[in-house]
């Protein structure tokens, strides 16, 4: 090993967790909150300019959930084995890894697109869009595809750089992107009057730019892992590890996407001001989500690392502080949001339905979602530790196995009370399941 791969495994492996997962989190969470806050004032940008057009940007969030489901997929697959690679002192072995999952990241990226493209009116049909919001859904995704390969990829990068540790350099990039995104809003929606057009074209810019400062880390050598095409696998046992590591993502993010689906298509039934009340409150619950999602991804390089290096009880340890910091934080940013949660939400929607619709269904999420740090510290325990099939298990109860049958059994008993009731239901009924798989993988971290 050279100086800078030797002292990173020394940092890893050896440095205190508290402070180690303080400063792995910082980074992760500030990237979090900024590009969380940009999906914030984007709706609030777009809202200015009709129901519709706020709504559509809800049914196209779910298309961009697939496209974060194949990054995850590929970044966090490709990292938790790299991880572990590092942790057993393989370095060329992660490099080989790592250069995979970007390659199949970007390919994997323009193929969606391409297809996308020919097959755009099903698409949206399916994504939820109704004929009022179509029309707005069709101009914003088009600028989304033009970008997809950069989207997916800059994702993949930012989780390779997080896995090896190095979580501050992925940050520059995602928050310099969020910001010139914001930037950019303004400038084409409010100055060149652009409509939802400057929306989508501001997305991709800051899409790309993230992109290109991502890849330029790894290209100006500023990490541990030599990103390069010469790495890229040729055996099919690579890729395969991948996507079985990273499935568990793949689920969970797809699984999202469904649910984003299948949550503009039920309040859809009660109109555009409904579709657009819940993407509303999609994105300002995320906000106290992203905290607490930020601490549960400086814990995945600490889990990987240790458990490559046979340092289970550092795991142990880590998993337990982050689950703490991660339940603290959720509580601190939930109560000021169920508070204000009308203003928040006339905020980004100046529409009096909208308000009253969206006010009830974001403290609703608030409540329920207090369980969800256990749950997420499940799912990322499992998957950095390389428990691949109880890894996708835990990542599909949330938002598929429990929150599906919820949405469809609530919606036929309640109507739109029950639209607005069926996450927090679901994520009550997943904390009492994952109580279960704690248990389960405490006795994975037992030393032999």
Known sequence: ?????????????????????????IPTICSMLVTTLYNIVDTAFVGTLGTSQSAATGVVNGYMTILQAIAFMCGQGAGSIMSRQLGKKEQEDANETASTGFFMSFSLGLIIAIVSFIFMRPLLKTLGSTETIAPYARTYITYILLSAPFFTSSFTLNNLLRYEGKAKLGTVAMVTGAVLNVGFDALLICV????????????????????????????????????????????????????ATGFPSLMR?????????????YAGVYGDSAVAAMSIVSRLSFFPMAVAIGIGQGFQPISGYNFGAGKKNRVREAFFKALIGAEIALLLFSIPMFIMAPSL?????????????????????????????????????????????????????????????????????RGLAGVQEAQPVAFALTFGICLYLLKIYLNKLKDV
């Open 1 to 25: 090993m050279n100086n800078n791969e030797s002292n990173q495994f020394k940092k890893m492996t050896e440095e205190p967790v508290e402070k180690l997962l303080v400063s792995l989190s």
């Open 192 to 243: 060149f009057k652009l409509g939802i057009a400057g929306a989508g074209i501001a997305t991709a810019i800051g899409q790309t730019i993230s992109f290109a400062i991502l890849i330029s880390m790894y290209l100006r050598e500023k990490t541990v892992i030599k990103m390069a095409f010469s790495n890229i696998s040729r055996s099919i046992k690579t890729y395969f590890e991948i996507v």
């Open 253 to 265: 993010q797809g699984l999202n996407s469904v649910a984003t689906m299948m949550l503009n298509r």
């Open 345 to 413: 939400v006339g905020m980004l929607r100046d529409d009096v339905e909208v308000i009253e619709i969206g006010t009830r269904a974001l403290r609703l999420m608030g409540i329920g979602g207090m369980g969800i740090p256990l749950t997420m510290m499940i799912e990322m325990g499992f998957q950095s530790s390389g428990q691949k099939a109880l890894a996708t298990f835990g990542s599909s109860l949330r938002s598929g196995l429990v929150f599906i049958p919820m949405l469809v059994i609530l919606s036929k008993i």
